[in-house]
């Protein structure tokens, strides 16, 4: 009897102590949320006079706070989890790490698959939906009005969509079996319809994330300051400060002409894009002679070496998947933590691995934001509107929570996947992770030598001084400006 009582007692300890743990995670990765979203929200939609529309912009920041948490929360997910086990594995009997055990992990991992679930089916098209809404007609107005709407829209959207994915089940799976199951909604529909946007996450990172590892080295080399014996910032500096003084005469109308009319709103946001544009050049200018010389280069070789590791491991995980069955993505219950690593290198390998899962999400990012489709959705420091930034948060989430499924598949870690993310039938098909992956391999190849011949291209034509020659101007072209000309002149 009281064995009973002490193993109750430790079960509840251990219970609460999980709660805690999970609660002040989620807590610090909310305040991180909040404080990114508010540095790109639009400030002027909170403080507009009208308060029902205050209060529902604030009620759907609360929300897309929620939702941008719960995507950090999956990106650190798998790392964190790799990083549990090397602990366990260097120091098995220490007291301040029984803290650390599988119940924790698949806890978190349940977790973070039930809030995306939320986030994905109720949260964010309740803020779409609430931030559209204006209330039934007739009704009184007020922010009550707007929730009902909402409901009553978000209602009937859900329909919709149980109804489709019903008939289509009911086509495809036409046994009794699939039959009783359409009427399960927690235990069939859900799950299949995250299964769903998982795969849709897992296609989309395969797109963006190639782009993004060729676009990585363009952005970085935006950001840092280059040698001088590639560039020559005396040059651009004395080239913006022109450009910057001709803006200023135009504005003061001291350049006139006779058929050529300047708009001065343009002309004014001309003048603000270069004067920043010549403050950051100064910046760079200010660099120290180690920040030029040394942190270019390495911030390059890192990101070269990164790139060749990522493609290297997705390399060598396609030969495991031709000749060894345990190389396939799957499921694990009760994970095992504590007993062997998961790399060949150890420790070293384990914490490879955790860079380059965080390498290949910010690569993702990257590429979602540079592709054409999505370039508009970026958001802006402070100029942001609640519509852009629910759609950030459900594209980050769509990537975050398809990153742990990405990362296996590829094989860029051996942590089998936990939970339910594991439960994905499609991971069980042969044919479709070997084409995964040499698609994947495929098309970084592919962005990657697009990439550095472009760029060698460009450096010899700057070398010799072929970058400084007019470009051939067509008949076409002339005559198109001369009748633009002419029609000026007459009017």
Request: net charge neutral.
């Amino acid at each position: 009897m009281e064995d009973d009582v002490i193993i109750r007692t430790q079960l509840f300890h251990n219970q609460v102590r999980e709660c805690i743990i999970c609660a002040l995670l989620f807590t610090a990765l909310y305040i991180l949320s909040y404080l990114v979203i508010t540095r790109f929200k639009k400030n002027a939609e909170f403080a507009t006079d009208n308060i029902e529309d205050a209060t529902v912009n604030r009620i759907t920041l609360w929300m897309c706070t929620f939702t941008l948490a719960v995507s950090a929360g999956a990106v650190f997910l798998l790392p964190f989890s790799i990083i549990s086990n090397e602990i366990l594995l260097s120091l098995p009997e220490n007291y301040y790490m029984q803290w650390l055990n599988g119940s924790l992990l698949h806890g978190l991992w349940n977790l973070v698959f039930l809030f995306s679930n939320i986030s994905l089916v109720f949260l964010m098209p309740f803020a779409y939906f609430f931030t559209e809404s204006e209330g039934f007609a007739g009704s009184r107005k007020g922010v009550m009005a707007r929730v009902y709407e909402t409901f009553v829209v978000l209602f009937l959207l859900t329909l919709l969509v149980l109804g489709i994915v019903w008939v289509a089940s009911a086509i495809i799976d036409n046994d009794a079996a699939s039959r009783e199951s359409l009427y399960d909604l927690w235990d069939y529909y859900l799950p299949y319809l995250y299964s769903c946007i998982s795969l849709f996450g897992v296609l989309l990172l395969l797109l963006c994330t190639p782009f993004g590892l060729s676009r990585m080295f363009t952005v970085t080399g935006q950001l840092l300051v280059k040698p001088r014996l590639l560039e020559d910032l005396e040059e651009q500096l004395n080239c913006t400060r022109f450009e910057e003084a001709a803006i200023v005469h135009k504005l003061n109308g001291k350049l006139s002409s006779c058929w050529v009319f300047f708009s001065v709103e343009s002309l004014k946001n001309q003048f603000l894009s270069i004067h920043a544009r010549r403050l950051k050049l100064e910046m760079r200018r200010r660099a120290s002679p180690w920040q030029r010389n040394l942190g270019y280069p390495l911030v390059m070789l890192l990101l070269l070496a990164l790139t060749g590791i990522s493609v290297l491991l997705v390399g060598f995980h396609v030969f495991e998947l031709l000749i060894d069955e345990t190389a396939m993505p799957k499921g694990m219950q009760d994970p095992p933590l504590g007993k062997d690593s998961l790399s060949m290198f150890g420790s070293l390998g384990a914490a490879v691995e955790v860079v380059l899962i965080f390498y290949l999400m910010v690569s993702s990012v990257v590429g979602f934001y540079s592709s054409p489709l999505f370039i508009k959705l970026a958001p802006r420091k402070q100029d942001t509107t609640m519509t852009k930034i629910i759609g950030n948060c459900v594209s980050l989430l769509v990537l975050s929570s398809a990153l742990p499924v990405f990362s296996r598949t590829l094989g860029i870690t051996n942590f089998d996947l936990l939970g339910n993310f594991g439960r994905f039938d499609w991971l069980g098909n042969f044919y479709i992770i070997f084409l995964y992956n040499m698609l994947f391999a495929g098309l970084t190849a592919m962005c990657l030598v697009k990439k550095f011949t472009r760029a060698i291209q460009a450096e010899l034509l700057h070398a010799f001084g072929l970058d400084r020659l007019p470009l051939p101007v067509s008949r076409s072209s002339i005559s198109a400006q001369m009748g633009w000309a002419n029609s000026k002149r007459l009017s």
